[in-house]
């Protein structure tokens, strides 16, 4: 079953705008990561913020997470063609030492 | 730096054949992944090793379903025999330690006829 859920599905936005991904999950975590997926290929791991956390940034990638909510949302800023792919959030135990449970992810299309 | 490598990428067979996914981990990682995809499903866990040990396997569909890994740096996936419903992409990933992100492999895409 899947822990996460993203939304929305599918989002197509202009080069240089923001786009906004949100997931929700249903269990108790330690952790949330975020994946991407370009097409064809396995996926990427982007960043991990830890339950304890409430936001955490690697370079245009900027997460929240909400544990009351049990949410978690990831901004990618000033948006490039490259940033074209789906994005995944996923939940587990440890983090690499735990299967990981994804959402059905958010197909991002960014339009030059 | 050589990934997570998957063979082959695709891979096309009748029904009731034996199938065999095979993965090299990335040398020094201790924990394996196999993951399928599926329009229909999304991507679910199938089996993990940490150290050569399956630990949890309760994501493998079926009894036709087995993995093992017969040393540290590589492992199989194998179906027997296939269905048509097995079709999906498999991946591997494997990582490190605990706090460390997962690697993937770019999965193999199977089909069942």
Known sequence: SQQGEEDPQALSIQEGENATMN?????????????????????????????????????????????????????????????????????????????????KGTHLIIQP | DAGVIQSPRHEVTEMGQEVTLRCKLISGHNSLFWYRQTMMRGLELLIYFNNNVPIDDSGMPEDRF???????????LKIQPSEPRDSAVYFCASSLSREQPQHFGDGTRLSIL
């Not at chain 1, 245009?60 to 490259?82: E, P």
């Not at chain 2, 993995?67 to 492992?75: D, H, L, V, W, Y």
Request: net charge positive.
């Open chain 1, 23 to 103: 997931c929700s999950y249903k269990t108790s975590i330690n952790n949330l990561q975020w994946y991407r997926q370009n097409s064809g290929r396995g996926l990427v791991h982007l960043i991990l913020i830890r339950s304890n956390e409430r936001e955490k940034h690697s370079g245009r990638l900027r997460v929240t997470l909400d544990t009351s909510k049990k949410s978690s949302s990831l901004l990618i800023t000033a948006s490039r063609a490259a940033d074209t792919a789906s994005y995944f959030c996923a939940t587990g135990g440890w983090g690499g030492a735990d299967g990981l449970t994804f959402g």
């Open chain 2, 66 to 76: 087995s993995a093992k890994m017969p040393n540290a740096s590589f492992s199989t």
